[in-house]
T-cell receptor, first 116, second 115 residues
Framework: DADVTQTPRNRITKTGKRIMLECSQT?????MYWYRQDPGLGLRLIYY???????NKGEISDGYSVSRQAQAKFSLSLESAIPNQTALYFC???????????????FGEGSRLTVL | GNSVTQMEGPVTLSEEAFLTINCTYT??????LFWYVQYPGEGLQLLLK?????DKGSNKGFEATYRKETTSFHLEKGSVQVSDSAVYFC??????????????FGGGTRLMVKP
């Protein structure tokens, strides 16, 4: 089983609909991230969280919100989806900076969202 | 601000050919540099990293050297295989590997290796 699991893997929706992408991890990491991938633009950070009480905006947070329900769960919401939010979304985790952490990011398999 | 520029793909090679994927960066201070690989249908995986100037990261036959004077971190492999077909991302993190700073990614380069 994957250490970082995203659901759904694929979703097609209409403009104006509310969408939630969910991420859960079994790695025991404190830090969780949501990235968006667009062709030719690489990955851009939407939101990140260093623990359950800590939520931070990334470089492209407008139109998105997040919830850190537990250490292992981090959800991304689009309150009113629009076509330019069509993209591949990745959740990632990382251990904290102590305890010999390598600092490596571990990614889920991605959630492909299409907004019509 | 920080930025990473990669050569545009796709790069198409025959098996056993030599691979170079160029990566240059702009950053203040002394960033850490990374290559991530994304195989079809999967998330990104760390391929290799270098945390200071002149360091060479290596893994699975791939290597890259942190060149501060040219602000580059080019990825190379002497003999590619069909299984190396993937998208490769160069990335940087400001102020050290464990500083908790965010990664800035390049646009990705798709590599296709033909038998």
């Amino acid at each position: 089983d994957a250490d970082v699991t995203q659901t759904p893997r694929n979703r097609i929706t209409k403009t104006g609909k509310r969408i939630m992408l969910e991420c859960s991890q079994t790695k025991g990491h404190d830090r969780m991230y949501w990235y968006r991938q667009d062709p030719g633009l690489g990955l851009r950070l939407i939101y990140y969280s260093f623990d359950v009480k800590d939520i931070n905006k990334g470089e492209i947070s407008d139109g998105y919100s997040v919830s850190r329900q537990a250490q292992a769960k981090f959800s991304l919401s689009l309150e009113s989806a629009i076509p330019n939010q069509t993209a591949l979304y990745f959740c990632a985790t990382r251990a904290g900076t102590g305890g010999g952490s390598t600092g490596e990011l571990f990614f889920g398999e991605g959630s492909r969202l299409t907004v019509l | 601000g920080n930025s990473v520029t990669q050569m545009e793909g796709p790069v198409t090679l025959s098996e056993e050919a030599f691979l170079t994927i160029n990566c240059t960066y702009t950053a203040t201070g002394y960033p850490s540099l990374f290559w991530y690989v994304q195989y079809p249908g999967e998330g990104l995986q760390l391929l290799l990293k270098a945390t200071k100037a002149d360091d060479k990261g290596s893994n699975k036959g791939f290597e890259a050297t942190y060149r501060k004077e040219t602000t580059s971190f080019h990825l190379e492999k002497g003999s590619v295989q069909v299984s190396d077909s993937a998208v490769y991302f160069c990335a940087l993190s400001r102020a050290g590997w464990n500083a908790g700073n965010m990664l800035t990614f390049g646009g990705g380069t798709r590599l296709m290796v033909k038998p």
